[in-house]
T-cell receptor
Framework: DAGVTQSPTHLIKTRGQQVTLRCSPK?????VSWYQQALGQGPQFIFQ???????QRGNFPDRFSGHQFPNYSSELNVNALLLGDSALYLC????????????FGPGTRLTVT | GDSVTQMEGPVTLSEEAFLTINCTYT??????LFWYVQYPGEGLQLLLK?????DKGSNKGFEATYRKETTSFHLEKGSVQVSDSAVYFC???????????FGKGTTLSVSS
């Protein structure tokens, strides 16, 4: 049973560029949430996708956008990258949008130079 | 808004010592409470959870009790091992059940 997978593992971008991160949920899960974890901090909620729609959003600017595909996989896009966007981006999947447990992937380490 | 506060680290212990990591929360209603662990270079793993007052979550020798009267969910383990060295995060999920809200994490280092 495959868990949550994310790609790429690491990437380096330059300020002003755009980046796309990908996530495949755990088998049987239909909901994907994205979190940003800055160095030495706890993860912060970016947004959640269910039924291909953004269901809830955290306190992140519109430069952060996402998409969910019919197979429940998801993408996180960040435009006009800033140095402060350097972080570990974590994807979590769950079944439904309620209190079911969220399972996390290993993350994508983004470095903006 | 909802928030989680956990004790500052790092916490440095010798093998077989007793561990306590304090966690308190602020939330409306009755949130679910969680402890996650992050090993170096890895994502988060759920360690234990509790969904209502007085529930005790336990796993791998770790335990935590949901105390509504003190809004706390302290993590304890009677005898730590070197393999327990990691960063521990306390988190809550509010009644809407959507986002997890995390504390800043506590680094635990156990030496033999």
């Amino acid at each position: 049973d495959a868990g949550v997978t994310q790609s790429p593992t690491h990437l380096i971008k330059t300020r002003g560029q755009q980046v796309t991160l990908r996530c495949s949920p755990k088998s049987g899960h239909d909901t994907v949430s994205w979190y940003q974890q800055a160095l030495g901090q706890g993860p912060q909620f970016i947004f959640q996708y269910y039924e291909e729609e953004e269901r809830q959003r955290g306190n992140f600017p519109d430069r952060f956008s996402g998409h969910q595909f019919p197979n429940y996989s998801s993408e996180l896009n960040v435009n006009a990258l800033l140095l402060g966007d350097s972080a570990l981006y974590l994807c979590a999947s769950s079944l439904g949008t309620g209190k079911n447990e969220q399972y996390f992937g290993p993350g994508t380490r983004l470095t903006v130079t | 808004g909802d928030s989680v506060t956990q004790m500052e680290g790092p916490v440095t212990l010798s093998e077989e010592a007793f561990l306590t990591i304090n966690c308190t929360y602020t939330a409306t209603g009755y949130p679910s409470l969680f402890w996650y662990v992050q090993y170096p270079g890895e994502g988060l793993q759920l360690l234990l959870k509790a969904t209502k007052a007085d529930d005790k979550g336990s796993n791998k020798g770790f335990e935590a009790t949901y105390r509504k009267e003190t809004t706390s969910f302290h993590l304890e383990k009677g005898s730590v091992q070197v393999s327990d060295s990691a960063v521990y995060f306390c988190a809550l999920k509010n009644q809407a059940g959507t986002a997890l809200i995390f504390g800043k994490g506590t680094t635990l280092s156990v030496s033999s």
